[in-house]
């Protein structure tokens, strides 16, 4: 189980860079200085299809909890901000890899608390139901993949 969970965040955090990668790929202008400042991705390795995305994680969520423009606005900062945080801590080499997890999961926790509170009284319900039945299907209590959560 604990193997599962480690492959699962591990995984989470190789496709937090997969926005980057693509950026950097439909850009393709060569430049070195853009090339050394983005995460790069070994050939023919495809991460995560767009589950990290904050505009796709962003739509989802608001199609669950009919989310306002507001709302919306500040879910996808935080989902950025996330995602940011997550690429900084899968690059740094030098962290050992329970430090990384570590880091993840408190990443992780943050986002899930500051996206609790932009909701309101009857969202927030209906994300703890949805945080709750997520948790019950993965047998853990605990998440690593977004999916808009």
Known sequence: MLKQYLLALTLAGLVAVTPAVAQNAGQNNGGADQQSTQTKTAPGRKHGRGKWDPAKRTAKLTAKLN?????????????????SQMQGVFSDASASKDDRR????????????????????????????????????????????????
């Open 102 to 149: 570590s880091k993840m999961m408190e990443i992780r926790k943050s986002t899930k608390e500051q996206i609790r509170a932009v909701l309101d009284a009857s969202q927030q319900q209906k994300w703890d139901e949805m945080r709750s039945k997520r948790e019950q299907r993965r047998g853990n209590g605990q998440t690593s993949a977004p999916s808009g959560l």
């Open 67 to 83: 989310l306002n423009a507001d709302q919306q606005t500040k879910v996808q900062s935080i989902f950025t901000s996330e995602q």
